[in-house]
Every structure is written in structure tokens, then in C-alpha cells.
């Protein structure tokens, strides 16, 4: 795969690097970067000096290749921005592109495990449990709010949802909970985070129990909300949606044994629609490793069906698929 090619390629650079140099680089990588990083050069052993060169041949062409621009760049997007949108309408999207400040502190949380996190945030008000949330990577989110008791992930999931956005006061607020690791200011945009879009980005990397007991009450307090919420979610049967050109590149990105283990858990119309983009010999192999492979443990599916989307999300970014709601509309 191209993407494991170019981890491995990174992590025989920082290797070759040296201790310093390499710790100096990580730096300014963020979070999933750092461990994605680390496994990969966990898991080399024993690279051929003939790879290390090559490697280190190519970084080099790549580098001289690239030609250093030096330009104020949060100034030059906030002037280009407002001059096209106007100060209004620019003003969102420069403080969604230009995180401000203020979120400094919860960057400390991105480096901590769902439990730890959890713990610290817990007792704290769910509308600020609900805040905090916000600003952090979808899949973490749901794994911290798989930490807390039904009533209170209940409480801060509906809060997420109703969140409209973020007033320079909550972020204030948000200050004193962190110990001081925000620093609130009048002057800041309010950030459009939180909604339901959101909530179903949670939801999708949220167990199926949990999940179905957050959309009931949800439900129960509104149930137009909860059908939104459900119209923007993107589950494993949505790849049903995809078209063949779709399907086929986001196969190119996933290991054989992760697709068997999610393949365990699908329908048949869509394991039909799966083996009709492979080629025969692979379309083949895949069924006969379907049939032999035994009872394998819901949650295992489950795991590998949220890895798998995590997959799609990243090539609907991209722009290399397009992922329909259920009205049939454009998601991304």
C-alpha cells in the first residue's frame, strides 16, 4: 500500500536521523502522527543498507525539489479571506482554519488516552464535558464518552448536538476547568463547532449498544434531532452507496485481513457489491478465507468496521469518493 510505504520510508528516515534529530522533528507532528510513527519504527528490525540509501536518496531529491516559501501566512489567509467573503462570512471560517489560541490547552488532552481524559473531565458541568469535546478528533471523543456512565454520555452527546457554537465566555470558562492551560479572549470569533454533524461523527466510532442507547434518548427529548442525527451518520452497510469506482479505490487501502474480519458482519448485498469490484482470483480467495475463518467476536467486526471507515472519511477529505446521506445529498 502507498500509504504503509511512505510510514515505513519515514520511519527509516528518522531512524537514520539519530535520537536528536528525530525527537527535534517529532515535535511538530501532532498526536496520531507521533504514534503511527512510532509503531512503524517499532517495527523495523533490520532495514537493508541498500533501503536506508534509497530512502535517504529520495528525501534528498524531494527537499532540493522544494523550493522554501517565507510568508505570514495567518495574516495572508485572513486578508485574502475577508477581502472575498467579506468580514462576516470569513470570520468563521478563518477561526475554524486558524485554531485560535484558546485551544491550546485541550491539545494536552489529544495526547491523552480516552480513560485519563475521562477521568479529568467527568465530574466537570456536561455542557463543558460537551465544549471540550468538540475540539477534539472524532474517534477520541466517542472513545472518551464510551467511558462514562449512560446517563451522563446521554446528557453530553444531546448537548453536543444543540451546541451552536462557542462563545468567547465558554472558552473563558474553559480556562478555569484546565487549570489555567486556556487563555479566554474577548476579542476571538465564536467557533462553529458542535451540531449534528458532530454527534454523528461521534456515533459512528461509538459501540453499537451505546450507540442505539444515545439515540433513544435523544429520540426521547427530540425526535427530528434524532433523525437528523442518523441522516448525516455514515455506517459499515452506507458503503452500499458507493459507487464501483469507490468502492474499488477504498479497497486498494485496506489490508485482507481487516476486510475479512469486517466482511464477517456485513450483508449479503454488500459483500455481493464488494466481491463484484475485486478480481476473480482475489474475489475468490476472500470468500473461500470467509468460509474458513470461525466465529470471531462481535466487537473484533465491530473494531474493524469503524477502522475501515475511518478509511472512507479520509478519501471523502480528499475528494476521491463522494459519500451520500440517506435523502440521497452530498455529505462532504
Given amino acids: 500500500m502507498a500509504a504503509d510505504d511512505g510510514l515505513e520510508k519515514s520511519a527509516i528516515l528518522l ?79 478563518i477561526s475554524r482554519i486558524l485554531q485560535p489560541g484558546d485551544t491550546n490547552g485541550i491539545e494536552g488532552l489529544k495526547w491523552m488516552d480516552a480513560p485519563t481524559v475521562a477521568d479529568l473531565i467527568r465530574n466537570e458541568h456536561p455542557q463543558i464535558i460537551a465544549t471540550i469535546l468538540v475540539h477534539l478528533a472524532h ?33 473563558k470558562e474553559l480556562n478555569d476547568v484546565m487549570l489555567r492551560l486556556l487563555s479566554g479572549s474577548a476579542s476571538i470569533k465564536k467557533s462553529a463547532m458542535g451540531g449534528v454533524r458532530t454527534v454523528a461523527e461521534m456515533l459512528n466510532f461509538m459501540g453499537s449498544a451505546n450507540e442505539t442507547a444515545v439515540m ?39 489490508q485482507s485481513e481487516s476486510l475479512i474480519l469486517a466482511m464477517k458482519g456485513a450483508s449479503e448485498p454488500l459483500r455481493a457489491k464488494i466481491f463484484k469490484n475485486m478480481s476473480q482470483r482475489a474475489s475468490e480467495m476472500l470468500r473461500e478465507d470467509l468460509d474458513s475463518r470461525g466465529p470471531v467476536r462481535l466487537s473484533e467486526v465491530e473494531a474493524e468496521q469503524k477502522e475501515i471507515l475511518k478509511i472512507v472519511r479520509r478519501l471523502a477529505d480528499e475528494g476521491q469518493i463522494v459519500l451520500g446521506s440517506a435523502g440521497g445529498e452530498e455529505m462532504v
Fill in 216 to 254: 433513544d434518548s435523544i429520540r426521547e427529548y427530540d425526535p427530528d434531532l434524532a433523525q437528523k442525527i442518523l441522516d448525516e451518520m455514515f455506517v459499515f452497510e452506507n458503503l452500499l452507496d458507493l459507487d464501483d469506482r469507490g468502492i474499488q479505490l477504498l479497497l486498494r487501502e485496506i
Fill in 139 to 171: 474517534d477520541h471523543a466517542s472513545d472518551i464518552l464510551n467511558q462514562f456512565s449512560e446517563r451522563l454520555r446521554n446528557d453530553v452527546v444531546l448537548r453536543v448536538a444543540t451546541l451552536e457554537g462557542i462563545q468567547p465566555e465558554a472558552l
Fill in 15 to 93: 531512524i537514520s536521523l539519530g535520537e536528536d534529530y528525530a525527537a527535534a522533528v517529532l515535535k511538530h507532528l501532532g498526536p496520531k502522527e507521533v504514534q503511527k510513527l512510532g509503531h512503524a519504527m517499532a517495527a523495523l528490525k533490520s532495514v537493508p543498507r541498500a533501503r536506508v540509501d534509497e530512502v535517504l536518496t529520495e528525501f534528498k531529491q524531494t527537499a532540493d525539489e522544494s523550493a522554501a516559501v517565507h510568508v505570514d501566512t495567518d495574516s495572508y489567509i485572513r486578508s485574502v479571506l475577508t477581502k472575498a467573503l467579506g468580514d462576516d462570512k470569513a470570520s468563521n471560517l
